[in-house]
């Protein structure tokens, strides 16, 4: 069954963009063996928030993949064994999907019900008595 994959990855600081290339077209590969789709976005050299590895800077990739569970698992061991790999998280998204398209038909159904022309006023209320008189006696 094809699920919705995010898996975001940082390589070390100083590798150079063409080994980057070769790496992504290796997992793209993968996924491509297995049947399933991948998306990059190379979002550069950042500063992390704690060393990891003794860096304390790192390239960001994110890939958004579209696949099996096995798909995953093979990328996560690829990318285990690959050395300039210095950190790396998987988080499945068509669970997060699902739950933002119910909130928006949630949302948009309640404009439409705002939308909606109003309910008339309810009639108005019987005067009340005057102060002097008396109400007729209840029949027995």
């Known amino acids: ?3 919705t994959y ?12 063409d080994d ?11 996924v491509a063996s297995a049947h399933g789709t991948m998306k990059s ?7 992390l928030a ?19 569970g096995a798909m995953v698992h093979e990328l996560e061991r690829r990318l285990r064994v690959t050395e ?3 950190k790396f998280l998987t988080v499945r998204t068509d669970e997060e999907l699902k739950r933002l398209d119910k909130v928006k038909k949630l949302r948009d159904s309640k ?13 108005p209320a019987p005067p009340a008595p005057e102060a002097g008189t008396e109400p007729a006696p209840a029949a027995v």
């Open 111 to 123: 404009k439409k019900a705002s939308a909606a022309p109003p309910v008339p006023a309810a009639a």
């Open 84 to 86: 300039p790999v210095i």
């Open 41 to 47: 976005e190379v979002w550069g050299k950042r500063r």
């Open 20 to 30: 980057l290339n070769k790496l992504l077209s290796t997992l793209e590969a993968s």
């Open 50 to 68: 704690y060393s990891v590895r003794r860096f304390n800077d790192g390239i960001f990739v994110l890939l958004l993949l579209e696949g099996t």
């Open 1 to 3: 069954m094809n699920r």
């Open 6 to 17: 995010e898996l975001m990855f940082i390589v070390r600081p100083d590798m150079v963009e």
